[in-house]
């Protein structure tokens, strides 16, 4: 019989998890046990297995018991900023003028350090509120506003991504940064996180139309520097931002170029949007393994465009998930999947229910390259994981009942669950989020 340490429990329920890609592998793509325990300690997965086999050799250890609820890999957040949480939902406008109008005066607020880390620790709240452990997050062009977001996702142990926004044109003067001033704070940020923990650095030029040349040539630099970091930018997200590109960068043939030419591609680079990407573009994404960020919610809100989910699967592009917070419109990636099943709707398309999850876990979890530490419930795995409630409501219940398989019920789910389904939320075999009693 195995022996577990004093602090190793159990945690009981339906479990769910993912091996491969359910659109390619429609065999082995997962697993589901009706009555599985999870072992947990110092922070990992260490067994898991049906209750009938594992219980009998778990009488020494506590089981937390969620047997009427579902459990799966905590969800992950390919692309968000944590600063425009409080801009949320604001009305109206498209991205160059949302982003002068909302988005840069609201930024313009974490110059201040104790606001900085006010709503960097409301933000890490509301993630494991939605059920989502992990997330590539933009912080703001002042270096403090990264700093005391990795301060506040190490004291609770959460495996972030973050940067500081490199920023040396189109903004307000007040919220410019320079060449190599960006440079050397962002090495700086770098050298202090990048593997702190579970902290991991992207280094964060905005977009091509807030850098400078001189500035988008440091991205590059650093990038080359620091070659195990993310880097993460948005990419041909707005018809209006593409003419601002196409204007400025003559010498470039499309958008991508752009950053190419800079040295910005690889498998560790993060593009959100991608939504006006010519052929040329689409094959050289994928020649060098770069990872477009698709964004539902996002790119309904602003109006951006419909990001073409089967398109770009069919030429077996690498493609992650991303809320977007503020232009998203839900912190939840189960509202923010609902949202992406709709752009493929008005597309003609469909994603599938049991993609749609493979996507929240696994899914971004390979595209972040992190699949051996997070994105499963497997043995050696960090235990990230969410509880959730399918009956969370009545209508969610009623519609249940009517519900056959697996697939159907995680349908219901994300369309009807809301933040009430997240019964709980674990990171690194803490419970850190657990739904008030109703
Ligand atoms: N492009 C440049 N900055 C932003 C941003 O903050 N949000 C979105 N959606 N697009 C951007
Ligand atoms: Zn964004």
Redesign the pocket.
Same mark, same amino acid.
């Given at each position: 019989m195995t022996a577990y340490s004093a602090s190793a429990f159990g945690v009981r329920g339906a479990l769910l998890t993912f091996y491969e890609d359910p659109d390619q592998f429609t065999e082995q793509a997962y697993r589901y046990l009706e009555d599985g325990v999870l072992v947990i300690d110092a922070g990992k997965i260490i067994s898991v297995g049906p209750s009938k086999e594992l219980l009998p050799t778990l009488s020494a250890i506590p089981i937390h018991d969620y047997r009427e609820y579902l459990i799966t890999a905590g969800f992950i957040d390919a692309h968000c /900023?944590y600063p425009?949480l409080q801009m949320i939902a604001s009305h109206g406008k498209q @991205?160059l003028d949302w982003?002068y109008d909302y988005?840069f005066p609201c930024e313009r607020q974490f110059e201040n350090t104790e606001h900085a880390s006010r709503i960097s620790e409301q933000f890490l709240a509301e993630l494991v509120r939605q059920g989502t452990t992990s997330a590539a997050v933009?912080a703001t062009v002042h270096p403090q506003s990264v700093e005391v977001f990795f301060e506040a996702a190490h004291r609770l142990n959460m495996r972030m991504i973050c940067g500081k926004v490199m920023m040396d044109t189109l903004a307000p003067e007040w919220l410019r940064d320079q060449p190599e001033q960006s440079y050397f704070e962002s090495r700086a940020l770098i050298e202090k996180w990048h593997g702190t923990g579970r902290q991991l650095y992207a280094i964060t030029p905005?977009?091509a139309l =807030?850098s400078s040349d001189q500035q988008l040539a440091l991205a590059g630099t650093l990038k080359a520097e620091f070659p195990d970091c993310y880097l993460q930018t /948005?990419l041909s $997200?707005n018809l209006e $931002?593409l003419a601002a590109i196409k204007q400025r960068f003559t010498q470039h043939c499309d958008y991508l170029d752009v950053y190419d030419h800079f040295g910005l591609l690889g498998s560790r680079s993060l593009f *959100? /949007?991608g939504i006006h990407l010519n052929d040329r573009e689409r094959k050289r994404l994928k020649q060098t393994d770069s990872k477009l960020v698709f964004?539902p919610s =996002?790119n309904l809100f @602003?109006g951006s465009g419909l990001f073409n989910f089967q398109g770009l699967q069919a030429e077996d592009l690498n493609f992650a998930v991303g809320t977007?917070i503020g *232009?998203g419109t839900s912190l939840s990636l189960l509202a923010t999947l609902a949202e992406g099943y709709k752009v493929a709707q008005l597309q003609g398309q469909s994603i599938s229910p049991l993609k749609s999850l493979y996507l929240a876990t696994l899914g971004n979890a390979r595209a972040l390259g992190l699949d051996t530490k997070i994105g499963m419930l497997k043995p050696g795995h960090e235990a990230d994981f969410v509880v959730l409630d399918l009956h969370a409501n009545p209508l969610l219940a009623l519609r249940q009942k009517q519900a056959g398989s697996l697939s159907e019920r995680l349908f219901a789910l994300m369309f009807l669950g809301g933040e009430h389904a997240i019964k709980a939320t674990y990171v690194a075999g803490k419970c850190l989020y657990q739904k008030p009693d109703s």
């Amino acid at each position: 019989m195995t022996a577990y340490s004093a602090s190793a429990f159990g945690v009981r329920g339906a479990l769910l998890t993912f091996y491969e890609d359910p659109d390619q592998f429609t065999e082995q793509a997962y697993r589901y046990l009706e009555d599985g325990v999870l072992v947990i300690d110092a922070g990992k997965i260490i067994s898991v297995g049906p209750s009938k086999e594992l219980l009998p050799t778990l009488s020494a250890i506590p089981i937390h018991d969620y047997r009427e609820y579902l459990i799966t890999a905590g969800f992950i957040d390919a692309h968000c /900023h944590y600063p425009q949480l409080q801009m949320i939902a604001s009305h109206g406008k498209q @991205l160059l003028d949302w982003l002068y109008d909302y988005i840069f005066p609201c930024e313009r607020q974490f110059e201040n350090t104790e606001h900085a880390s006010r709503i960097s620790e409301q933000f890490l709240a509301e993630l494991v509120r939605q059920g989502t452990t992990s997330a590539a997050v933009f912080a703001t062009v002042h270096p403090q506003s990264v700093e005391v977001f990795f301060e506040a996702a190490h004291r609770l142990n959460m495996r972030m991504i973050c940067g500081k926004v490199m920023m040396d044109t189109l903004a307000p003067e007040w919220l410019r940064d320079q060449p190599e001033q960006s440079y050397f704070e962002s090495r700086a940020l770098i050298e202090k996180w990048h593997g702190t923990g579970r902290q991991l650095y992207a280094i964060t030029p905005r977009f091509a139309l =807030s850098s400078s040349d001189q500035q988008l040539a440091l991205a590059g630099t650093l990038k080359a520097e620091f070659p195990d970091c993310y880097l993460q930018t /948005h990419l041909s $997200e707005n018809l209006e $931002e593409l003419a601002a590109i196409k204007q400025r960068f003559t010498q470039h043939c499309d958008y991508l170029d752009v950053y190419d030419h800079f040295g910005l591609l690889g498998s560790r680079s993060l593009f *959100a /949007h991608g939504i006006h990407l010519n052929d040329r573009e689409r094959k050289r994404l994928k020649q060098t393994d770069s990872k477009l960020v698709f964004c539902p919610s =996002s790119n309904l809100f @602003l109006g951006s465009g419909l990001f073409n989910f089967q398109g770009l699967q069919a030429e077996d592009l690498n493609f992650a998930v991303g809320t977007d917070i503020g *232009a998203g419109t839900s912190l939840s990636l189960l509202a923010t999947l609902a949202e992406g099943y709709k752009v493929a709707q008005l597309q003609g398309q469909s994603i599938s229910p049991l993609k749609s999850l493979y996507l929240a876990t696994l899914g971004n979890a390979r595209a972040l390259g992190l699949d051996t530490k997070i994105g499963m419930l497997k043995p050696g795995h960090e235990a990230d994981f969410v509880v959730l409630d399918l009956h969370a409501n009545p209508l969610l219940a009623l519609r249940q009942k009517q519900a056959g398989s697996l697939s159907e019920r995680l349908f219901a789910l994300m369309f009807l669950g809301g933040e009430h389904a997240i019964k709980a939320t674990y990171v690194a075999g803490k419970c850190l989020y657990q739904k008030p009693d109703s």
